[in-house]
């Protein structure tokens, strides 16, 4: 399958899927119930664990990103794109805080919402792809 780089055969595609599904839970769940971001407003003493919260959204964004940039075939780069901006969107909210960008909660459902359903298009592509080859 020439058209990919990285989610290469069905076990790739689907374990990108899987965890596209539990980011979205997560995502879903830190929309409905969670508490509003404050964000990291200057002269205010955050927790450690916002900063940890950075650190993560930081890195997860850097990777997708980087998979986004190797990425071929256009459904993947629509896969990778999808996750990157929930990532980023995610570590945005989470700096600035919800009063200035309280779409950020619903960017990311709506992000990993598509992703999943691209995910799972890519998942069926590839199993369509082995019963034709068997």
Request: with cysteine; aromatic share 10%; charged share 15%.
């Amino acid at each position: 399958m020439g058209e990919f780089a990285i989610l290469t055969n069905r076990k790739r595609a689907v374990i990108a899927l899987v965890h596209s599904v539990v980011f979205l839970l997560l995502a879903t769940w830190q929309a409905v119930g969670s508490a509003p971001a404050r964000g990291m407003l200057p002269g205010v003493r955050e927790s450690s664990g916002v900063w940890v919260l950075c650190g993560i959204y930081v890195i997860v964004s850097s990777i997708l990103l980087w998979l986004f940039a190797i990425s071929r075939g256009w459904i993947e780069k629509l896969y990778f794109a999808l996750c990157t901006v929930s990532a980023a969107s995610g570590l945005l909210r989470t700096v600035v805080g919800d009063q200035s960008f309280h779409s950020g909660r619903y960017i990311r459902v709506v992000m990993l919402a598509s992703a999943v359903i691209v995910g799972t298009v890519i998942a069926r592509w590839h199993s369509q792809v082995i019963r034709a080859e068997a």
